[in-house]
Every structure is written in structure tokens, then in C-alpha cells.
């Protein structure tokens, strides 16, 4: 299911959960690791100065730098990297969105895990990359799908045997689905369909009544049998349901409800701008929001 | 020791001597090994006698010492009137000195020189404009690096810089098949979005070939997305060179006027072998210069001209928004105080003022655009032209030089700069970053492309 896993990271404590989580595959599905990272950001034109994203101070790039980030990494994760996994450590100076997507179309990795965020979005040093956050950027233009985890997972125990997968009926949630499937069946998990009826007035233009909300309900689950049921069966254990509310915050407390250990959501968002960052499409806000890792699918 | 393991006389050319001088961090092995580099002092007069033709010769002899040129410069302003910052004084006490002493001066002043002709001046030739006997200090100050260099008194980034050229023909080290392939993959990553998006490589008799920055393919290829996206919802043939592609010239900032032959020589070749009616840069003040204004001197061509027409990123932009090549949907227009940065090298160099401006009438709502004063060819200097942004050693004197900007920034109250130059855009970052005065900053392609109209074929299916 997964051979090679890209792990960005940022090898700080923002990271940590993502960490766990990622040792945690690689180690129980005999993955490959790519523990990447980009410890500075270019500053100053064609000069060879970076500004180092843990100490904010200005560094000369040269071997030894790069040789020494990667001890540091190799002793961040010391702990994890004693029981005989497969991994690399690799290090590159760039905006980070861009050369993980570099890293990612050299070494077409089947999963990119994303840390969390590095803190303080004013301080971050990753900032100074154009508009739209390294998420966003990567979510969009990513050929594998994204796993990030920016809470501490709760209900992630080791391996995956539960998943949300989150749907609303797009050709990209198609997409998610296949991708749900294929893990639920290689690694024998439970599939949970679930779609969350938007009842927030921006969305339906009106209050719904009652009636009219159960009526809605009702036409979703009737959707979601008639596009996944038939695949479902494949499974040995799946169920499907429909809540209503505000889609993130259902999404989220749904997978609370039934201990998933993962959520899968398509990716749709083509837009990078600010507004986008501020507001957030639903993924984003289900990853911000969840406690388990979420995965968001573009293709 | 005369001739230093890294600090020398001999030009670097390959990738691996690129990185052993890159090895020396920081360079200061290289400072270091300065200090003892002998002064060759025949080469250097003979090199005067053959190449200080009669401008230059003239504008040493009558200046008049007259301090017309102090206010116009923008280290002498931020530096409190320190006399030592005065143009005339800077040129005459280096360049004009090493002529007096037929070239006889030694390391210590060598090196005080290189100081002057990289920290106190960053030939954005403001001062040239001011002087009523049309003295361009800038000028001169390009000249005395060409001697420095020669004598191997440049800054370490510098050396690195030109060395680049001379490896890679780009100022970084970036192959022609990492550019190709970067444009490649920067095309694929938004062709779902930008239906029918290409990047023509190598296409003969095309309307346009295109030339970048090395940077954009090695740290923000969106650069190329959107110069792509922009050229095909415009409609334009265009195409990009295999090789000949680079169009910046680090070499010119280095005084390494050899570097700056072979460089720009690599893309008239292209031009020459592709045959496209016009050649457009990207947004890059001291690119255009280096290759369509000073390009063809270095390469011998007696036209002073390029093999083909040559013109700014920001002319083809005025031309494809009046011609309606490219729309703009007025109500994503900019709604908020903006201002924009004129680049010296295109604006007061070349007098392209009037196109920046006729963009800002497309993109920004009127009213909203606010210019900075004094502007146009009067614009001061971001603070990091001529290679000032990237030398470590002269950081302090830099961070310095860009208090200019940043109160004239401050003074028309944007919040938004439009910097349609790569070395303005680095410096207006720089300054935010030290001075912390709340600004955003950006290139035109970007804003555009939010406001662009897609043509409908290039629209995807939803």
C-alpha cells in the first residue's frame, strides 16, 4: 500500500505529531522513509545566505551546515530510528511548498506526510514564500495524495483500521474514494462514507425546516448508496451516514464519534490566495480541526 | 603571498572551481587571502591606457567639484551627508586617483577601492542626471570594477556570481536541461487549470522567445507558470530557448566584462539560431540592461543593437493590456493604496516610465495608485541594485541604503509595492524584513493572472 513515504518535516516539536504518526506507517507497513526537510529559506538575492527556520538567524549554506541539520535530524528522531527502518534524510534550501514538490516529482513518493504548521504565522520564517501556505500549495499540485497531521492524533493507536471518508459527490471526491478503498482494502480497515449536509445559511440561502433537512438527508444517503454502495461490498466492514451542520464540524465530530483513525477528503481547492488561507475550504478546516490524520486527495 | 588559494586574479570558469570558492564560507578564508593579493600595477596601467577611452577620460578632467551630484544620491542622503558619500568624491578618489598614480597604489587602497565601487555606489546612475556637465558617476563606478575584478578586488558573491556565467551561463548553478525540465513541470502542475498550456521550446521563426532569471527556475518557478499562463491567454507564438535562456548578468555586477561577452553571447546565439521576431525578458531590471542595452557593446555588434528586437516584460505587458490580448475583469482590480517601485535600469536607464504606468491604469481601480516622490527617472535605488543586495561582507552599509525606500515607501501610505524587477523586489523584501513596516510585495504576473479574464478555451471543465 504505501512503499515510499515523503515526510516533510520541520523537525521541531510542530512536527512531533506528524512524526509519530509517520514512523508509525512506515514501521508497520515496511515503508520507505524520506525524512525531508528544509532547514532555511534563500535570502538575499544571489547571495548564499538563508535564514535558518529553527534559530531565525542568517546562516552561510555550505556542506558542513547542511551535514550538521542532518545530525540534528538523525538525533530529533533518534528514538524512532533505532528498529531497522528504511530511510533517508534529506536536506534542501528553498521555499518549502516548492522543493518538497521537487523532492516529490524525483522521488514519486505513494504518500506525502506533512508536519504541522512551524507556529506563528508573523515570526515564520517559511513565510517569506509567496502567497497561500505550504498546505495549500502542496495539496493542490501534489500527484500522490497528502497525509498532514497538525493535532495530536488521539485516536491514531499504530496502523490504520478505521477511516472517514468524507464526500460531497464531486469528481474529486470520486477520486478520494478510490484512494479510501484501495487503503481500507490493502490494509483491512473499516469505511465509513460520510456526508455532511451544509445547513449554515450561506450555503442554503434559508433556514430549512425540519422536514425539508430530514428530506435532504434522506436524498444524500440515497446519493451515496447509489455512487459507493456497490464498491463498499468489496469490504468487510463499512457503514454510511449523513449529518447535517457546519460540513467541517460534522466531518470532524463524526470521525471523533467512531474512533477513525484517519480521514479522507478530496482536495478541491484551486485557489492560493489569502482569502482562501484566512477562510479555508473544508479540508483545510478538517485538518486544522481533526484529531486523527487527514488525508486530502487532488488526483 | 601574492596570489591566494581562493582570493586571486584568475577568473573562476568551471563548476568545480564555482565550488570550491563556494566551499570557503562566507568567504572569509577569501577576505582573508586579500589582504596580501599583490597589485599588479603594469597590468593595471596598461589596461587604463588601452580601455579609459575619451568619455570617461573627459568627465575625470572637468569635473568642478561642484557637489551637484551629492543630494542625488541616496547612500550620501542616508549616511548624513557624510562627504565621503559624494559621487564625485567617490569616483575621483578611487578611479581618479589610480589614474594620477599611473597605477601604482597598493593593496590596502585596492581594497578601499572595492569597498567604494561596491558599497558606496550601486550604478543606478541617478547622479548622472543631475550633474550639469552630465557626468555619470555609475558609469565610471562600472568601469573601476572592471579594473578591480581584472586585479582580483571583487567580493567573494561577486566572483561567485560571474563565475556562474562563465560555468553554467546562468547566474546559478542551473543546467539547460534543469530549465527545461523545471518549465516542463511547472507547465504540468497547472495545465488542468490553464487549459491548452504549454512551454514551445526551441521553436523557430516563433513571435516571441522568452528569457528568464536563473533564480525564478531555481527558487520560485511559479515565475515561469505564470509567464506561460500569461502568454498563451494573450494568444502569443511564443517559444523558449534549449540553451541562451538566462538574460541577468552577474558577470556586469562583477566588472567581469569577459563573463558578460560570453553570457549575453549565449542568448543572441539563441536568437540567432531560433529567429523569433521579438525577444522578451522577464521582470528584471539589470537583465534587460545586460543584454539589450549594454549586451550588444560587449558582444562587438556596430548596430548597438540585438539580433532582434528586444523589449522589457513590462512593454509587452502595456501592449497586450491596450490591444486587449489580455483582460482585465475591473472589479478584481487592486482597491487599495498601491505603489510601484521604478527599476533604474529600464526606467532611468532606458525611459520605459510610461509603460509601468499605462499597467497600473489596467490593474488598479483609479485613485488607489499612489506614486512614490520623487519617481520615474528620478526614483531613487531600491537600495540593492548593482549587486549591493548580495554581498555579505557590505550587509551593514546595505541594510543601511535601503532607509531611502523605505521612507518613500512609507510616505505614499501603500501598503502594496509592485516591484516589476527581481533586484528591487529582493531588496523591498529585505527592507521589510528589517524594518518591519508591514508591506507586501510583489511582481506584476502574479497580480495580473487574479484578475485576468481566462479566454474560454483556456477554461477547464467544471
Redesign the interface.
Known amino acids: 500500500m504505501f512503499t515510499k513515504i515523503l515526510f516533510a518535516t520541520s523537525a521541531t516539536k510542530e512536527s512531533d505529531h506528524a512524526a509519530r504518526v509517520a514512523f508509525n506507517i512506515a514501521g508497520s507497513y515496511d515503508a520507505h522513509l524520506d525524512i525531508f526537510h528544509v532547514p532555511g529559506v ?8 538563508v535564514v535558518d527556520v529553527k534559530t531565525k538567524e542568517r546562516v ?1 549554506v ?4 547542511l551535514e550538521w541539520v542532518k545530525d540534528e535530524i538523525r538525533t530529533y528522531y533518534a528514538k524512532y530510528l533505532e528498529n531497522g527502518l528504511r530511510y533517508d534524510i534529506t536536506v534542501a534550501i ?2 518549502p511548498a ?1 522543493e518538497i ?1 521537487r523532492q516529490a ?1 524525483d522521488t514519486e513518493p505513494d504518500l506525502i506526510l506533512l508536519g504541522g504548521s512551524t507556529g506563528d504565522e508573523e515570526e515564520a520564517v517559511y513565510k ?1 514564500s ?2 497561500g501556505t505550504t498546505l495549500q500549495k502542496i495539496a493542490r ?1 501534489a500527484k500522490c495524495p497528502v497525509l498532514v497531521v497538525n493535532r495530536p492524533a488521539a485516536s491514531f493507536w499504530g496502523g490504520l483500521s478505521n477511516i472517514t471518508f468524507g464526500t460531497d459527490f464531486s469528481k474529486a471526491s470520486d477520486k478520494a474514494f478510490e484512494f479510501a478503498m484501495k487503503v481500507a482494502k490493502n490494509l483491512d480497515c473499516e469505511l465509513n462514507v460520510f456526508h455532511a449536509l451544509d445547513i449554515t445559511s450561506g450555503a442554503t440561502g434559508e433556514m430549512l425546516s425540519q422536514d425539508e433537512i430530514e428530506q435532504k438527508i434522506r436524498e444524500a444517503l440515497r446519493m451515496i448508496r447509489g455512487r459507493y454502495e456497490s464498491r463498499l461490498k468489496e469490504l468487510k466492514h463499512y457503514s454510511m451516514d449523513v449529518w447535517e451542520g457546519i460540513p467541517f464540524i460534522e466531518i470532524v465530530k463524526y470521525a471523533r464519534d467512531i474512533h477513525s483513525d484517519l480521514i479522507v477528503m478530496a482536495h478541491h481547492s ?1 485557489k492560493t ?1 489569502k482569502a482562501d488561507a484566512i477562510l479555508g475550504s473544508n479540508v483545510e478546516q478538517v485538518i486544522v480541526r481533526a484529531g486523527c490524520p487527514v488525508i486530502s486527495v487532488n ?1 | 603571498m601574492p596570489e591566494g588559494k581562493y582570493c586571486n586574479k584568475t577568473p573562476v570558469n568551471t563548476p568545480e572551481e564555482v565550488n570550491f570558492l ?2 570557503d ?2 568567504g572569509n578564508q577569501y577576505y582573508k587571502e586579500m589582504k596580501n593579493l599583490e597589485v599588479d600595477s603594469d597590468l593595471l596601467w596598461a589596461t587604463i591606457q588601452k580601455t579609459l577611452k575619451s568619455r570617461l577620460r573627459t568627465w575625470l578632467e572637468i569635473c568642478a567639484h561642484c557637489g551637484m551630484c551629492a543630494d542625488s544620491c541616496f547612500l550620501y542622503l542616508v549616511n548624513d551627508r557624510d562627504p565621503k558619500q559624494v559621487p564625485a568624491y567617490k569616483i575621483q578618489s578611487t578611479l581618479g586617483e589610480i589614474i594620477k598614480r599611473k597605477g601604482k597604489v597598493d593593496n590596502a587602497f585596492m581594497r578601499h577601492a572595492m569597498e567604494v565601487a561596491w558599497a558606496q555606489c550601486t550604478c543606478c546612475n541617478r547622479c548622472g542626471t543631475y550633474c550639469p556637465h552630465g557626468i555619470d558617476t555609475g558609469i565610471m563606478f562600472g568601469y573601476l570594477r572592471g579594473l578591480l575584478y581584472q586585479q582580483g578586488f571583487v567580493p567573494w ?1 561577486m566572483k ?2 560571474a563565475g556562474m556565467h562563465r560555468a553554467y551561463r546562468a ?2 548553478d542551473v543546467t539547460n536541461e534543469d530549465f527545461v525540465e523545471t518549465f516542463e ?1 511547472m507547465v504540468e ?1 497547472n495545465e ?2 490553464y487549459i491548452g498550456l504549454t512551454v514551445p521550446v526551441d521553436v523557430e521563426n516563433a513571435d516571441i522567445m522568452y528569457t528568464v532569471n536563473a ?1 525564478e527556475v ?5 515565475d515561469l507558470a505564470e509567464a506561460a499562463i500569461l502568454f498563451h491567454a494573450a494568444g502569443e507564438n511564443w517559444t523558449v530557448p534549449s540553451e541562451g535562456w538566462e538574460q541577468t548578468s ?1 558577470a556586469m555586477f562583477a566588472g567581469d566584462w569577459a563573463a558578460c561577452k560570453m553570457q549575453v553571447e549565449s542568448v543572441y546565439a539563441a536568437m540567432e539560431k531560433l529567429k523569433p521576431k521579438r525577444m522578451i525578458g522577464t521582470e528584471c531590471g539589470h537583465a534587460h540592461r545586460a543584454t539589450v542595452i549594454e549586451g550588444p557593446y560587449w558582444a562587438g555588434r556596430e548596430n548597438g543593437l540585438p539580433p532582434v528586437e528586444s523589449i522589457h516584460y513590462v512593454e509587452w505587458l502595456a501592449e497586450a493590456l491596450r490591444e486587449g490580448k489580455l483582460k482585465i475583469d475591473p472589479s478584481k482590480r487592486i482597491r487599495e493604496l498601491v505603489t510601484m517601485q521604478d527599476s533604474c535600469n529600464y526606467v532611468r536607464n532606458q525611459g520605459l516610465k510610461n509603460a509601468t504606468r499605462e499597467i497600473m491604469s489596467h490593474i488598479v481601480e483609479p485613485g488607489y495608485f499612489v506614486e512614490m516622490s520623487p519617481n520615474k527617472e528620478h526614483n531613487f535605488c531600491c537600495g ?1 541594485g548593482g549587486g549591493f ?4 561582507l557590505f ?1 551593514k552599509q546595505r541594510n543601511k541604503g535601503l532607509e531611502k525606500k523605505r521612507d518613500q515607501i512609507l510616505a505614499t501610505g501603500a501598503k502594496l509595492v509592485l516591484a516589476p524587477c ?2 528591487c523586489w ?1 531588496a523591498i ?2 527592507l521589510e ?1 528589517e524594518f518591519k513596516i508591514g508591506i507586501r510585495w510583489s511582481f506584476l504576473k ?1 497580480i495580473i493572472i ?1 484578475m485576468l479574464v481566462l479566454p474560454d478555451h483556456m477554461k477547464p471543465e467544471e
Open positions: 534563500p535570502s538575499r538575492g544571489y547571495s548564499q545566505v552561510d555550505d556542506d558542513d551546515y528553498g521555499f516548492r514538490l516529482k517569506k509567496m502567497a499540485s484551486k490566495e488526483r | 563556494l566551499s564560507t562566507s558573491e561567485i556570481g547566474q546559478m513541470w502542475e488542468e487549470e533564480r531555481k527558487h520560485y518557478p511559479e552577474l540593492g543586495n548580495g554581498i555579505g550587509r527581481h533586484n529582493d523584501r529585505d524584513e502574479p487574479k
